[in-house]
């Protein structure tokens, strides 16, 4: 359940973790999906305190990479440093590495060292004409680092290779590729649905205009109101004349 809710309902995804762990917080997996969800509502404490007692439990070191992102998240970025150094990332599957090298160089960024992040995201993974699951967001990286540099003819060519590999959409490099090029979207269902609302109301101002014609054609004969000049009066309009 947590893990179907996390992409679309974060918050509802922490709220079911949070119940998963009353029940059941001996159990890895538990401590695990409990620590994402923490991590996509952005409760980084939480969620490396939950990490950490997932790996306490399994012995793995497949949530280094996000352990890591957590110290950044915190503000920490020199730990997440360290953390990228240690033997647990040699222990690592490729993927693993890879984001390994994502959560460096982001924490790089995060302490000002621009030229240091983009170094950092040089590698044979990078450089490689295969498409693996990280290729696109390795890219996208490099190209984000790269235009952050002012590099930017480099960082269109590597946005371009992003949008290539990206075949899930899991990057916005088709949006940042149209910024960069000057291209505006637009969005012709909200214009079809503001030309409608702009057609209704020009249908009630004119449905109000007839109305207010046929009220100056009714009372422009005063009589038409007043019942006429030479009406007689009502039998009840005049009491004082009773009282004699």
Aim: aromatic share 6%; net charge negative.
């Amino acid at each position: 359940m947590v893990a179907n809710l996390i992409d679309e309902d974060p918050e509802q995804a922490y709220a079911y973790s949070r119940i998963a762990l009353r029940l059941a917080s001996r159990v890895a997996a538990v401590r695990e999906a409990a620590g994402f969800a923490a991590y996509a509502t952005q409760k980084y404490s939480e969620a490396l305190a939950e990490f950490r007692a997932a790996r306490r439990m399994t012995g793995t070191v497949e949530l280094w990479p996000v352990m890591a992102d957590c110290e950044r998240g915190l503000g920490r970025p020199e730990r997440a440093l360290a953390m990228a150094g240690e033997p647990e990332v040699q222990k690592l599957d490729k993927a693993g590495q890879v984001e390994m090298r994502l959560v460096a160089a982001g924490a790089r960024r995060d302490m000002g060292q621009l030229d240091a992040a983009i170094v950092t995201l040089q590698s044979p993974e990078l450089a490689s004409n295969s498409v693996q699951p990280w290729t696109a967001r390795l890219r996208y990286a490099y190209a984000d680092a790269l235009l952050a540099a002012g590099r930017e003819d480099e960082a269109r060519e590597w946005f371009a290779k992003a949008l290539e590999a990206d075949k899930d959409g899991a990057t916005d490099a088709s949006d940042r590729l149209a910024e960069m090029d000057g291209v505006e979207f637009v969005d012709a269902l909200h214009e079809d649905e503001d030309a409608e609302v702009h057609e209704v109301h020009e249908g009630d101002q004119g449905a109000k205009a007839d109305a207010g014609d046929d009220d100056l054609s009714t009372g422009s004969d005063p009589e038409a109101v007043t019942g006429g000049a030479d009406a007689e009066p009502d039998a009840g309009s005049d009491r004082s004349g009773d009282q004699s």
